[in-house]
């Protein structure tokens, strides 16, 4: 059990939809490497929780529980990137449309609204869906735990908190380091399109698998 909930967790935290979002989010709103932490950090706590709180109702009440969340769960990341990925397009279509309105090209930047934008409200929309979405495939841990006493349900618990958020904050630290190597200014002229497009390409991944 342990072993089983110690390479689920891991293989939980290598899903792109649970550290991809947050990198091409935070490199199109100019996050620093601390907010970009931070947002991962805060959402991924959530993710957790929510997951921690089921397993200890399923660890109580049984699958049963789990099984009727599963319809809502599933939903909420796939519609949350969707809606945000459809957002960033239109922030691209919006810019384009912007500079090609003016005569003085070099005065229309994209993403120059940036600062416009609510780092709260991403964070809080961030921090929801990942708190809809508790990982499911680990309640069966929970599930044999509680028949072990409350003692396997606290590890069980303890294995996944700390595995997952350290494997989310591992890999956007990868995926910014990656980041920063493409040309800045490539990027400042497609960012809105690129984070759209990553966006709704992971929503669909996530509706379908």
């Not at 939809?17 to 950090?41: C, D, K, M, N």
């Not at 912007?98 to 070099?106: E, L, N, P, R, T």
């Not at 930047?109 to 600062?115: I, M, N, T």
Request: net charge neutral; proline share 3%; charged share 10%.
């Amino acid at each position: 059990m342990l072993y089983g909930s110690l390479t689920l967790s891991l293989l939980h935290a290598l899903i792109p939809s649970h550290w991809l979002p947050f990198v091409t989010i935070g490199q199109t709103e100019g996050w620093s490497y601390r907010q970009l932490l931070t947002v991962t950090a805060i959402a991924g706590l959530a993710h957790t929780i929510s997951t921690t709180l089921l397993g200890v109702l399923v660890s109580l009440a049984g699958l049963q529980l789990a099984q009727n969340y599963h319809t809502l769960s599933e939903r909420a990341i796939p519609l949350l990137l969707l809606a945000l990925g459809l957002w960033y397009l239109m922030q691209h279509l919006r810019d384009n449309h912007h500079a090609h309105a003016h005569i003085d090209v070099g005065t229309a930047v994209p993403g120059s609204d940036r600062k416009a934008r609510s780092f709260g409200g991403l964070l809080l929309s961030l921090g929801v869906a990942m708190f809809l979405s508790p990982c499911l495939e680990i309640e069966a841990y929970f599930l044999s735990a509680g028949a072990r006493g409350w003692g396997a349900v606290l590890l069980v618990a303890l294995v996944y908190n700390v595995i997952t958020l350290s494997g989310m904050l591992l890999m956007v630290t990868l995926a910014r380091q990656g980041l920063s190597r493409i040309n800045p200014h490539w990027f400042e002229h497609h960012e809105n399109l690129i984070t759209g497009l990553t966006l709704v390409g992971l929503a669909v991944f996530n509706f379908f698998f």
